[in-house]
């Protein structure tokens, strides 16, 4: 079946425009993340949905970022007025599993890569 | 809060030659842990996984031991290839199931 797709894949934006990048999940997957990956660097975690609800947005870097999955497949990360230091590639991922499932795989999309100018 | 060191890189081998890439982790609990691969071009693909002390994952040739008592899950291959070319994470879960990644290590296998 089909993986997670993100889109665009490639997106420039100008310093203090807001941009909305989109991930589509496994279809049937409980669990949704969203990561940010500087360049030379892994991905580091911004903000985690299971189902609908946000359980942990703690990564996320300033209050310019926003996600949300409001029916719980399809999720949208915001960033709004967007600053050098937001170029990045935004990585989204989905699990099947809930709360309590360490160690279940997740499945990586393949990216948005945003450059900011 | 939980981390993940790993060794940088760029590593270079010739084919054939013996691989080890170092992975050690800081964890409240119990973890699992995780080795993805990011080949050229392409996202994110997991390579194995881990999910107890003494767990060994395998995947393609590759290995990893989950080490409870010198906190690591060191990758090992016996024999590279070229198309094993790739950058490698390591990665730990140890609730709600994010990911705590390393920084990767960029393997460049020569013919």
């Known amino acids: 079946g089909a993986g997670v797709s993100q889109s665009p894949r490639y997106k420039v934006a100008k310093r203090g425009q807001d941009v909305a990048l989109r991930c589509d999940p496994i279809?049937?997957?409980?669990?949704l993340f969203w990561y940010q990956q500087a360049l030379g660097q892994g991905p580091e975690f911004l903000t985690y949905?299971?189902?609908?609800?946000?359980?942990?947005k703690s990564g996320l870097p300033s209050d310019r970022f926003f996600a949300e999955r409001p029916e719980g497949s399809v999720s949208t990360l915001k960033i709004q007025r967007t600053q050098q230091e937001d170029s990045a590639v935004y990585l989204c991922?989905?699990?099947?599993?809930?709360?309590?499932?360490?160690?279940?795989?997740?499945?990586f999309g393949p990216g948005t890569r945003l450059t900011v100018t | 809060g939980d981390s993940v060191t790993q060794m940088e890189g760029p590593v270079t081998l010739s084919e054939e030659a013996f691989l080890t890439i170092n992975c050690t982790y800081t964890?409240?609990?119990?973890?699992?842990l995780f080795w993805y691969v990011q080949y050229p071009g392409e996202g994110l693909q997991l390579l194995l996984k881990?999910?107890?002390?003494?767990d060994k994952g395998s995947n393609k040739g590759f290995e990893a031991t989950y080490r409870k008592e010198t906190t690591s899950f060191h990758l090992e291959k016996g024999s590279v290839q070229v198309s094993d070319s790739a950058v490698y994470f390591c990665?730990?879960?140890?609730?709600?199931?994010?990911?705590?990644f390393g920084a990767g290590t960029r393997l460049t296998v020569k013919p």
């Open positions: 964890a409240t609990g119990y973890p699992s």
């Open positions: 949905f299971q189902n609908e609800a946000q359980l942990d």
């Open positions: 990665a730990l879960s140890a609730r709600n199931n994010d990911m705590r």
């Open positions: 991922a989905s699990s099947l599993a809930g709360t309590s499932g360490a160690g279940y795989e997740q499945y």
């Open positions: 279809s049937g997957h409980v669990s």
């Open positions: 881990a999910t107890k002390a003494d």
